[in-house]
């Protein structure tokens, strides 16, 4: 068995600042991590090595820089780290991102046929959960997002079954490998990978591709050019035209008496709807 | 979205070619799961009536489902809250959701009817069927909107959306390439009014499939027993907590308000990640999005991504120590001060206003 993990290289989030005058992201400094959700991803991956002795193979898109989320995979019990990076992949929206993803994991399933493919539910930086099912109509793969627990698999017939989180419920879906799932997070814990993972990780030569090395077929569907979305404009939120009111009192308890006349003031009916309110969750308790 | 395309020069006029001229109207996907349509639906076909009357089209419905007679309550539905026609893919097929055959039948209404503008619900079905057609038909796609606007220069649709960091905004358009496709999360924008007696076309079409070419099969549906989920997203009054509580303890102040208010509880990421609430009480881009009558946000910051899920609340009073935090900017009331010394007088001053007039009724 053979598993693809897509990982992705972002800044930290909790680091970010955002330059108070420019209204510009400061990422000087800011340290890099693995997307948070892709660790939850990546754990599946590793207990389907433990389970099946499947080989797992994570791949990253992103500047020469994102080598240090892939060193990173490795030490948890990664086999096999491929960074693709290419000056041509610069600018990519979602499209040309799943773009440039797909071939080269259609790539690497020219070595060592692949069974599945895993993404995390979403970035943190790009937060759409679009790359994921890009991958997946890319490469004709079932797609199986949001899954919560993988309940089996049956290597023989190359049957999965899933549960996957839909609205207001739960589906248990069973498909044919290969497929893609998108991990959901809090499904799992990843793992402290072992010493012999570790020893391993620090001699392991990571492998570089290039647009070409990836066997990209058009890269005009790449970066920019092949990026149907464009950014118009990046801007702060507008505070609103009218501030806040500002609520003072000498005490708390004046303060609180005086909010409250301000609000059910400007706002009738807000009384009775909060009283008709507590009627029914008090109702709802006693019953 | 890459802060490489900033750099381009915005605002120029583009004649449409006329591949792309061809496609006319705003769709909404409209979400059916087990015979109940996702209120998100008509959420968005009340913003899909604005885009649409500026660009002087028509909006439609999208039903994929089984065959039933839930499927014309529906389309009344989608006439009632605005849509001027649905078009109806009815097959046993499509009973649950699955990405293959919804992606079929979508994608073929598209290229046979061809629409300049089309929007789906950030749930998850929506999210995975988006970004399914996106892909194949080769066309932007724009996550989790806040606002949606029609650039009448280019007769292109402005999607607004969060971006990376914190406190900012971006507007993306797809210019070359429709349709335009943007999904935007439940309660982001609001219900539009229902006229009862608007009527609209239908047209069906078939989905032409078979159920043996399709692999994936649904086994079960588990619904979920609790319904705290929903209860945030549509509940009319919740306190909220930040990290500005100071310590999980200091939690329970956050809780005894609610109590005394019938309201939910809810706080920021923060206090997820530290195991303070749950998951599902998170409120904000990649939580809930809340549009209650009152919303008490205490030791609450006011970052980006916690703003765009409370926007839409009719009234919203902040307590914050910090008289420059960026929540004053939207809230409607400021209160300066502690929050842990401000939550008890609030909960004991609304016990006993709301008891006391209880009495008098
Ligand atoms: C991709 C992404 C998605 C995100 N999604 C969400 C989301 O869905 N929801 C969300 O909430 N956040 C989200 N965040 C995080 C968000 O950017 C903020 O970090 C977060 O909302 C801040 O939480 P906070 O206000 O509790 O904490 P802080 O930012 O630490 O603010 C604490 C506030 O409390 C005030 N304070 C301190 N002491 C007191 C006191 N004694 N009394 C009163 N006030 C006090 C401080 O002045 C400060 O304003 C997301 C971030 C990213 C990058
Ligand atoms: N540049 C990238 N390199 C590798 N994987 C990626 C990249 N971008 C996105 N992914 C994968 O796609 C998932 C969804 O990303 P997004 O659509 O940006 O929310 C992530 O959790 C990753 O698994």
């Given at each position: 068995m053979h598993v693809v993990v897509c990982?992705?290289?972002?800044?930290?989030?909790?680091?970010?600042?955002?330059?108070?005058?420019?209204?510009?992201?400061?990422?000087?400094?800011?340290?890099?991590?693995?997307?948070?959700?892709?660790?939850?991803?990546?754990?599946?991956?590793?207990?389907?090595?433990?389970?099946?002795?499947?080989?797992?193979t994570v791949l990253t898109m992103g500047p020469k820089m994102a080598d240090p989320a892939l060193r990173k995979a490795l030490p948890f019990g990664a086999d096999e780290a491929i960074l693709l990076t290419d000056r041509a992949f610069a600018g990519s929206d979602t499209l040309a991102t799943s773009y440039a993803l797909s071939s080269?994991?259609?790539?690497?399933?020219?070595?060592?046929?692949?069974?599945?493919?895993f993404c995390g539910k979403q970035t943190i930086d790009g937060d759409t959960a679009q790359v994921g099912p890009g991958i997946a109509t890319r490469l004709n793969l079932q797609q199986l997002t949001y899954v919560s627990k993988i309940v089996s698999i049956d290597k023989g017939a190359r049957q999965i079954v899933v549960h996957r989180r839909a609205e207001g419920g739960v589906q248990v879906l069973r498909t044919s490998l290969p497929c893609l799932i998108t991990m959901l997070e809090d499904t799992n814990h990843i793992r402290f990978g072992t010493m012999d993972d570790a020893f391993r990780a620090a001699r392991y030569q990571l492998t570089e591709w290039s647009a070409t090395d990836a066997g990209v077929p058009d890269v005009a569907q790449c970066g920019l050019r092949g990026s149907p979305t464009v950014v118009k404009k990046v801007f702060a939120?507008?505070?609103?035209?009218?501030?806040?009111?500002?609520?003072?009192?000498?005490?708390?308890?004046?303060?609180?008496?005086?909010?409250?006349?301000?609000v059910f003031t400007a706002h009738p009916g807000l009384q009775e709807d909060l009283e008709n309110q507590i009627a029914i969750s008090t109702q709802g308790a006693s019953s | 979205m890459t802060e490489q395309a900033t750099t381009r020069p915005a605002g120029r006029t583009v004649e449409l070619d006329e591949r792309l001229a061809a496609y006319k109207g705003v769709w909404v996907f409209i979400e059916m799961e087990r015979g109940h349509v996702h209120p998100v639906s008509w959420e968005l076909i009340g913003e899909g009536r604005k885009l649409a009357d500026r660009l002087g089209v028509d909006v439609w419905g999208v039903i994929l489902a089984p065959p039933g007679e839930a499927?014309?309550?529906?389309?009344g539905e989608a006439y009632a809250h605005g849509a001027d026609g649905v078009y109806l893919m009815?097959?046993?097929?499509?009973?649950?959701?699955?990405?293959?055959?919804?992606?079929?039948?979508?994608?073929?209404?598209?290229?046979?009817?061809?629409?300049?503008?089309?929007?789906?619900?950030?749930?998850?079905?929506?999210?995975?069927?988006?970004?399914?057609?996106?892909?194949?038909?080769?066309t932007g796609l724009t996550a989790d909107c806040t606002a949606l606007a029609i650039d009448l220069d280019t007769r292109s649709m402005a999607a607004t959306r969060p971006t990376f960091g914190g406190s900012l905004l971006c507007t993306i358009h797809t210019l070359k390439a429709r349709p335009q496709m943007a999904t935007v999360r439940p309660r982001v924008m609001a219900m539009p009014p229902r006229t009862a007696g608007r009527t609209g076309r239908i047209v069906n079409v078939p989905l032409n499939m078979r159920e043996d070419d399709i692999i994936t099969k649904v086994l079960d549906y588990i619904p979920d027993r609790d319904q705290e989920q929903a209860q945030l997203a549509f509940a009319d009054f919740i306190v909220a907590g930040g990290r500005g509580l100071g310590k999980v303890e200091n939690f329970r102040l956050v809780e005894d308000l609610a109590a005394v208010l019938g309201a939910e509880v809810g706080g920021t990421r923060p206090l997820v990640q530290g195991g303070w609430i749950g998951a599902e009480r998170q409120i904000g881009q990649t939580g809930k999005t809340?549009?209650?009558?009152?919303?008490?946000?205490?030791?609450?910051?006011?970052?980006?991504?916690?703003?765009?899920?409370?926007?839409?609340?009719?009234?919203?009073?902040?307590?914050?120590?910090?008289?420059?935090a960026p929540i004053f900017d939207f809230a409607h009331y400021a209160i300066v001060g502690d929050a842990v010394k401000i939550l008890p007088a609030l909960t004991e001053a609304f016990r006993a206003r709301l008891s006391a007039n209880r009495k008098s009724i």
């Open positions: 990982i992705k290289q972002v800044p930290d989030s909790a680091q970010i600042r955002v330059h108070p005058v420019t209204n510009t992201i400061m990422r000087q400094g800011v340290p890099t991590i693995i997307n948070p959700y892709d660790l939850f991803a990546l754990e599946e991956a590793l207990r389907l090595k433990d389970q099946f002795g499947a080989k797992v080269a994991i259609a790539k690497i399933g020219q070595t060592e046929p692949i069974d599945i493919v939120p507008s505070a609103k035209t009218v501030k806040a009111s500002p609520i003072a009192g000498e005490t708390p308890d004046a303060l609180a008496k005086t909010l409250i006349d301000t | 499927n014309m309550v529906a389309a009815e097959d046993p097929i499509l009973a649950d959701y699955r990405t293959v055959p919804f992606n079929n039948g979508l994608c073929t209404l598209v290229n046979q009817f061809k629409p300049e503008i089309l929007l789906l619900g950030a749930t998850t079905l929506g999210r995975d069927l988006a970004s399914a057609v996106a892909t194949t038909l080769a809340i549009r209650p009558k009152l919303y008490i946000a205490a030791g609450i910051s006011g970052a980006i991504q916690h703003r765009v899920g409370v926007e839409g609340a009719d009234c919203i009073v902040a307590i914050n120590s910090d008289p420059n």
